[in-house]
Structures are given as structure tokens and as C-alpha cells.
């Protein structure tokens, strides 16, 4: 049941990042691949949970999350998208000018199809948990869950209000969260997705699913989270943002030095 349902959902993320590659060909901004990928979380999720015969309170409450989850991060990024386009992320604005070819891009974008599918696998194994009652580490781990889901939402929404000021483009957003760590919103997204891992520990292989938070552990401090983000933070803000990185935690929420 696992191979087929992997293939399935393979199948359909493949289709979805395809259709994601051409749209964003035709507006000319490739930005639209960080919102199909928030998104597939909404769409594999209940996929697994109606397809597999384990305890439906549990499928239930992880999926709901999962989702909760998903269709926040993904319509914050879509909104995001709309209001700068056609101005495109300065992530993907780099990779055009070592990709000319949009093809590249649709092997790109087929490669993060693979990897949305590794990070559906807590939900899987999860859903397919027979036993009918929750363990302690289950529900530690949905209450944990549910804990970085209001976290990372509190970062955006206080970034977003920062944003909204007239001097926000020459000042450093240290409100809320943002005054403890220069990253709280990666900070909870790994932590979420370390709450995932944890829940499907109980399901057969669900030990697999410890390769989400480390790999998202890896994206966030290594690949495109915050070395690209804190490198244009400092082209934008200077000396500003060089005091924010003397005196803030990079990423676990830390007093001030």
C-alpha cells in the first residue's frame, strides 16, 4: 500500500509542479514554485488520510494541522508573489542568469515535486497508525505541532505589520519575536516539521519521516533560507542590519547580547 500510495501521490505532484512551471513561464515569475509547494501539504495530506485504513481521530488531527498549516504559508507567499510581480525573488533572479533555459527550470521544479512528496511522508505513516488511541508522544508532538503553526504565523503577521511603516525599507524589524531571533518564522517551520516527524514514530517506518526536519534544518540555515535572506538584508540595510546580526540570535529565540 505504501509503494502505490507514494506513486500516486508522486504522480500528482509531478502534474501539479508541471502546470506550476508553465504558468509561471507565461507571467515570467518563477516565484509561484514556493506557493504550489506550501500548498501540497493541503492536497497530499487528505489524500493519504482517505485512502488509508488507520485511526481516523489521529489522521484527523494531524491532517488538519498539516493543512492549517499549508494553506497559510501558502496563500502568505502567494499574496506575497501578486503584490511584488512581475519583480521576481532575487532567489529566482539569480537562477535565470545561470539557466537560460526555462527547461532547467522544469527539471527544477520536477525536483521539488520529489521532495514535496518526502515531506508528506509524516502524514502517511501517520495515517497509517491502526492503534485507536493517541500516545503520550502523539499528542506532545500535535500540541507541539500546533504551537511552531501559531509561532511562524505570529513572525509573519508581525513582519507584515513592520513592512507596512513608511521607514521599514531603511530600519530592521525588531518587534515581537523578531527582537529574539533574526529568523523566528524559519525557527518554527523546523520545529513544525520536527513535531511531524515525532508523531509518525509510533507507525511502521514512520522513523523515515526524521529526514523532513533534517532537511528542512539544512534548506533553512545552508541552501535558501537564511544565508540568501541575510545577504540581501545586508545590501539593503548596511550597517543596520550588521548590528542586528551582532547583537540577535540567528535562529533559536535567544535574549539580546
Known amino acids: 500500500m505504501i ?11 509531478t502534474i501539479g509542479f508541471a502546470i506550476t512551471w508553465a504558468i509561471s513561464l507565461r507571467i515570467k515569475n518563477y516565484g ?3 506557493v504550489t509547494w506550501s500548498y501540497s501539504v493541503a492536497l497530499l495530506a487528505p489524500f493519504y488520510a482517505f485512502l488509508t485504513p488507520g485511526c481516523s481521530p489521529r489522521k484527523l488531527l494531524i491532517t488538519t494541522i498539516g493543512i492549517a498549516w499549508s494553506l497559510r504559508l501558502g496563500t502568505y507567499i502567494l499574496l506575497r508573489v501578486l503584490r511584488h510581480h512581475p519583480q521576481e525573488d532575487q532567489r529566482y533572479e539569480s537562477l535565470r542568469a545561470s ?4 527547461f532547467k527550470f522544469l527539471l527544477f521544479f520536477q525536483l521539488q515535486a520529489l521532495v514535496a512528496v518526502i515531506f508528506s511522508l509524516p502524514f502517511l505513516f501517520t495515517a497509517l497508525n491502526p492503534n485507536p488511541t493517541l500516545s503520550t508522544l502523539e499528542i506532545f508532538a500535535l500540541s507541539l505541532a500546533l504551537l511552531a503553526l501559531i509561532g511562524e504565523s505570529l513572525a509573519d503577521l ?7 511603516l513608511p ?5 530592521v524589524c525588531q518587534k515581537g519575536l523578531w527582537y529574539y531571533s533574526r529568523h523566528p518564522n524559519y525557527f518554527f ?17 514512520g522513523w523515515i519521516s526524521l529526514l523532513c526536519p533534517l532537511l528542512m534544518l539544512y534548506f533553512l540555515l545552508k541552501v535558501t533560507g537564511i544565508p540568501l535572506t541575510e545577504e540581501h538584508a545586508v545590501r539593503s540595510k548596511g550597517d543596520a542590519y550588521r548590528q542586528y546580526q551582532r547583537t540577535t540570535s540567528p535562529f533559536i529565540p535567544w535574549f539580546k547580547k
Open 32 to 34: 509561484l514554485l514556493d
Open 99 to 102: 539557466w537560460p533555459s526555462p
Open 158 to 164: 508581525q513582519m507584515q505589520s513592520f513592512k507596512r
Open 189 to 205: 517551520e523546523a520545529l513544525l516539521w520536527f513535531a511531524f516527524a515525532l508523531a509518525s514514530l509510533h507507525s511502521t517506518y
Open 3 to 13: 509503494s502505490s500510495l507514494l506513486l500516486y501521490a508522486t504522480i500528482i505532484a
Open 167 to 171: 521607514s521599514s525599507h531603511l530600519q
